[in-house]
C-alpha cells in the first residue's frame, strides 16, 4: 500500500464554518506533511510532523490548526478562513523527514466563501 | 537561501517531438533532487530521485541527468497521457523541499 488517502476531495465552507480535512497513510512513514498549492503555483510547505510532533510550522495563521493523533493519522483543523484561503490542500508523507521522497494525496479542493 | 528555477513554463509538443525541460538549482549541500509530475486538480506524484551530479534516471518516456548546477528531464517520442506540470524540487541537508513553478507540458496528438 502506497497510497496516501485524504478526505473530503472537495470542500466549500463559508467563513464562519469550522471544518477539518483529513489524511491517513500505512505505509509506516514518520514523517507527515500539510501543503497549500494555488494554481498555477507550487506547493507551499505549511506543517511538517516528525515522529507525531509537530516540527516545522511556516509562520501559518492560526486560523489553520494541525493535529497528528498517531503515525498514520493527519488532521488540519479550519476555522473563520478568508476567501483567499481557498486552494488545493495537499498531504503527504514521508520514511522520516531526512529526504526521503515525499508521497503526496490526491488533495482537497477547498473553496471559502 | 535555496532556489530553483525552471524552463520553460509551457511547452507544447506534438505527439512523438522529443524534447526536455531544466531545472537550474542553487543549494548549499544538495541532499537530493526530485522530479514530480502533477496532473490537474491533483497531488504530484513521484518519478525520479537525482543525488549526484552525472546521475541518471529513467523511466519509459522519461530520463532525468543532473549536473551540478541542473536536472533535465528528457521526454522521448511523447505521448497525449504525458500531458501534465512537471514539477522539480531540491532538498539541502536538514531542510525541507524547495519547489520550482513547473513546467506545464501540453502534447498533441
Known amino acids: 500500500d502506497t497510497e496516501v488517502t485524504q478526505t473530503p476531495k472537495h470542500l466549500v465552507m463559508g467563513m464562519t464554518n469550522k471544518k477539518s480535512l483529513k489524511c491517513e497513510q500505512h505505509m509506516g512513514h514518520r514523517a507527515m506533511y500539510w501543503y497549500k498549492q494555488k494554481a498555477k503555483k507550487p506547493p507551499e510547505l505549511m506543517f511538517v510532523y516528525s515522529y507525531e510532533k509537530l516540527s516545522i510550522n511556516e509562520s501559518v495563521p492560526s486560523r489553520f490548526s494541525p493535529e497528528c493523533p498517531n503515525s498514520s493519522l493527519l488532521n488540519l483543523h479550519l476555522h473563520a478562513l478568508q476567501p483567499e484561503d481557498s486552494a488545493l490542500y495537499l498531504c503527504?508523507?514521508?520514511?522520516?523527514?531526512?529526504?526521503?521522497?515525499?508521497?503526496f494525496g490526491s488533495g482537497t479542493q477547498l473553496s471559502v466563501l | 537561501e535555496d532556489q530553483v528555477t525552471q524552463s520553460p513554463e509551457a511547452l507544447r509538443l506534438q505527439e512523438g517531438e522529443s524534447s526536455s525541460l531544466n531545472c537550474s538549482y542553487t543549494v548549499s549541500g544538495l541532499r537530493g533532487l526530485f522530479w514530480y509530475r502533477q496532473d490537474p486538480g491533483k497531488g504530484p506524484e513521484f518519478l525520479f530521485t537525482l543525488y549526484s551530479a552525472g546521475e541518471e534516471k529513467e523511466k519509459e518516456r522519461l530520463k532525468a541527468t543532473l549536473t551540478k548546477k541542473e536536472s533535465f528531464l528528457h521526454i522521448t517520442a511523447p505521448k497525449p497521457e504525458d500531458s501534465a506540470t512537471y514539477l522539480c524540487a531540491v532538498q539541502a541537508r536538514y531542510s525541507t523541499l524547495t519547489f520550482g513553478k513547473g513546467t506545464m507540458l501540453l502534447v498533441s496528438p
Open positions: 503527504a508523507s514521508s520514511h522520516s523527514d531526512r529526504g526521503e521522497k515525499l508521497f
